[in-house]
């Protein structure tokens, strides 16, 4: 049996290796006293990006995210956080910036109050996080994006776990749109996931060109009521799992 990795303290000085996957976890609401200092390490455009955001608590996470984001850069890249230079993919996805002439890549999702952040050298990853609750349209979402193998996987579920099924299951057809850096609206159906609670096997089809599911790993997260996935693909990775 394989025993499942624990969230350990984050290292002040993280380095990345080879096929290195470094997660951190980071609960904002022990952050909403530091908010003003947070800010300050944004750039102008996520400084505007926030104030534009009219819920405290979703800008208070923006803020905090971002935040954390460049202060674990910082730490890899040797460089000041509002130095960090962070530019963002047509679809959304932010990257680092060619001028720091660095192979790492990185990706972030929140829900509610937690936020993770997943890096790594060279392949893109995608990372999801949903806080385990009803989804009560849950069958209605799997019927506009849903290929029959994966309503047929999640109406398998027996119906006391369907609510972590679901979650668990959406989080990994998100994460793998995310590692490719593509919309839930256009790509759904484009990768076909197994809805069941822990699966063998996870993936059924990923329907792009030269695709080879073998190739794409995925990692069940679970933090307190939190479930989250991410994938690459690249296989045998050494993942590490940090809260800051
Ligand atoms: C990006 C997307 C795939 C996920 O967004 P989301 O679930 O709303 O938000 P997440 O918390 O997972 O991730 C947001 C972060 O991902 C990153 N991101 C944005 N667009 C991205 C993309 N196309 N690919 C990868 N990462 C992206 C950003 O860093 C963003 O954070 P920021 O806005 O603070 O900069 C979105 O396009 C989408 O399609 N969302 C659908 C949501 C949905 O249907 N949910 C149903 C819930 S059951």
Redesign the pocket.
Known sequence: MVTPLSWQTAPSTPVLNGNDIHVYYVNTSLFQDQIKELFHLLSSTEQNRAQNISHTKQKNT?II??AFLRKILSQYLGAPEQQISLEI?K????FLGSCHNSSIQF?????HDKSILAFCLKTPL?I???KIRL?SHAQK?LTKYGSEQEKRSYNAVPEKHKKEAF?RG?TKK?AL??AQ?????THANKYAVNFSLFPKDKLFNVEMANENIQSWALYDLTIEDYVGTIALQRQNNKLSLWHV
């Open positions: 923006f995210t971002k993919e679809n959304g996805k932010p990706n972030l999702a929140h829900s995608g999801d996080l949903e989804i979402i979650l959406w998100e749109i995310k850096g593509h919309k839930m609206a």
